[in-house]
């Protein structure tokens, strides 16, 4: 499996709103557990929820407190209820950002349910991040639902599972490790040994299945913490206030209990990017789904423990993108096209059936004009001393063939995979600069240095 430009949304400022007095979510009577499909995009676990009736697609994230949704073109007509304006405080550059708060709210999970719930609706659409997942997510849900069912996260599966708490508890595990965890407003924090430069160190790190990075870790936290020199500059991911820079490298090891990951990707965000981060003193990093996704994850709230059970991925490299591009889903448009047709005529020859109709294949096709939907991906960032950079792409340009196949027909994660091949190998792109039409190679290099 390939592992994809990751997406982290940075809403530290909403963990401070109290989610207590809001309805429990139930599972009907008797039953045991709960089964929801899920799709997994670039390693985020994106499930069906029902706001108030609505079915939406929300991010599973263990990172946030709030339930938010996201404002984005679409047709889709929401009903919130008991609506107030809320200005929420914590971007970058210190300005308020415009949220509606909604309560009274009736939220669906499958057959599990909960009344009386409070969401934050963020109505400026150039703070969602669908565009980077090229999959239309409306909202985020985490602690409102943990606190209240125990939950089974099967990336290898697709699904997640719902259980209520006793019933967890109680669920036979074998090959399991179990770490236990601290809740602090509403997140899980894990303590986890871990090598970097040489070092052995014990790091305090957020539980955060909303971030497809495999390790973030905070220079000022711990003096332990460094960016080695086997390191490189890059997009980290998106926050409020535009692109997160810092810088990529690996560590030598992770330690999850009895597992043991080796040579795992790590990035170090620069001070500025940590300014948009909530309870930076409190801990020295955040551990993402790159590496929960190698694991059936069985995560209680109630009893503050985390099994992990190593699946099919677990062995799978780290790899980062060789190419320096960052694209994303920029919508669609309605190009003209031809739908070709077989007419039917009359005939009275041999070749006729029984209601006196012949089909011509080869001359009498018809053509009839039809418009249709086709995505446009485009250019988000490139890496500064990058294969893109060097190929002379520019931020805005639009990809329309990657390696000869043309891109209305790929998903996005399929045109980034061929970021993330081998070192050497060649990608040949065709691309849309304002109407202007040319091809372009580039050839993936490996930045960073292989362990002796």
């Known amino acids: 499996m390939r592992i994809f430009y990751f997406i982290v949304v940075l809403f530290g400022f909403l963990s401070t709103f109290s989610v207590s007095g809001q309805g429990a979510f139930l599972l009907p009577e008797g039953e045991k557990s709960i089964k929801i499909k899920a799709k997994i995009v670039n390693n985020l676990m994106i499930i069906p929820v029902l706001v108030n009736g609505l079915e939406l697609s929300f991010l599973l994230d263990t990172g946030v407190r709030s339930t938010i949704l996201f404002g984005i073109d679409s047709?889709?007509?929401?009903?919130?209820?008991?609506?107030?304006?809320?200005?929420?405080?914590?971007?970058g550059d210190g300005k308020p950002s415009k949220a509606i708060k909604s309560t009274h709210n009736i939220i669906t999970i499958g057959s599990a349910a909960a009344i009386n719930q409070t969401v934050y609706y963020i109505p400026d659409s150039s703070q969602n991040f669908s565009p980077r997942l090229g999959f239309p997510v409306h909202g985020i849900i985490g602690y409102s639902l943990l606190k209240d069912l125990g939950v089974e996260m099967r990336y290898d599966k697709g699904f997640v599972k719902?259980?209520?708490p006793e019933v967890l508890k109680e669920k036979k595990c074998r090959s399991c490790v179990s770490i236990p965890f601290e809740l602090k407003e509403g997140k899980p924090y894990v303590n986890l040994n871990l090598v970097d430069?040489?070092?052995?160190?014990?790091?305090?790190?957020?539980?955060?299945?909303?971030?497809g990075d495999a390790l973030w870790l905070f220079e000022e936290t711990h003096e332990g913490i460094q960016v080695s020199e086997n390191s490189f500059k890059d997009h980290l991911g998106l926050g409020l206030n535009g692109e997160v820079l810092g810088s990529r490298s690996r560590i030598e090891e992770l330690q999850l209990g009895d597992f043991v990951l080796n040579q795992v990707n790590v990035?170090?965000?620069?001070?500025?990017?940590?300014?948009?981060?909530?309870?930076v003193s409190y801990r020295n990093g955040s551990l993402g789904?790159?590496?929960?996704?190698?694991?059936?994850?069985?995560?209680?709230?109630?009893?503050?423990?985390?099994?992990?059970?190593?699946?099919?991925?677990?062995?799978?490299?780290?790899?980062?993108?060789?190419?320096?591009?960052?694209?994303?889903?920029?919508?669609?448009?309605?190009?003209?096209?031809?739908?070709?047709?077989?007419?039917?005529?009359t005939s009275t020859n041999d070749y006729s059936n029984n209601s006196?109709?012949?089909?011509?294949?080869?001359?009498?096709?018809?053509?009839f004009p039809q418009l249709q939907l086709k995505s446009n991906y485009e250019i988000a960032a490139i890496r500064e001393n990058s294969p893109g950079t060097e190929a002379g792409l520019s931020v805005g340009d639009r990809i329309v063939k990657v390696n000869g196949r043309d891109?209305?027909?790929?998903?996005?994660?399929?045109?980034?995979?061929?970021?993330?091949?081998?070192?050497?190998?060649?990608?040949?792109?065709?691309?849309d600069r304002k109407g202007y039409v040319f091809n372009c190679k580039l050839k993936l290099r490996k930045l960073l240095k292989s362990p002796d």
């Open 162 to 164: 719902l259980y209520p």
């Open 407 to 431: 891109v209305t027909k790929l998903d996005l994660k399929d045109i980034t995979k061929y970021f993330y091949r081998d070192e050497g190998e060649i990608l040949r792109l065709q691309v």
């Open 267 to 279: 990035a170090y965000p620069d001070s500025t990017s940590l300014e948009y981060l909530n309870g």
């Open 197 to 211: 430069n040489k070092e052995e160190l014990k790091a305090k790190l957020l539980l955060d299945s909303g971030s």
């Open 289 to 345: 789904s790159e590496v929960l996704r190698r694991f059936t994850v069985y995560l209680d709230y109630d009893s503050k423990m985390l099994k992990l059970k190593k699946n099919k991925y677990f062995d799978d490299p780290f790899r980062y993108n060789r190419s320096g591009l960052v694209v994303e889903h920029t919508g669609f448009e309605l190009v003209a096209g031809l739908d070709y047709r077989i007419q039917k005529t």
């Open 75 to 91: 047709d889709y007509e929401l009903e919130l209820n008991n609506k107030s304006t809320v200005w929420l405080r914590g971007a």
């Open 356 to 367: 006196g109709e012949t089909i011509f294949l080869a001359t009498n096709t018809v053509e």
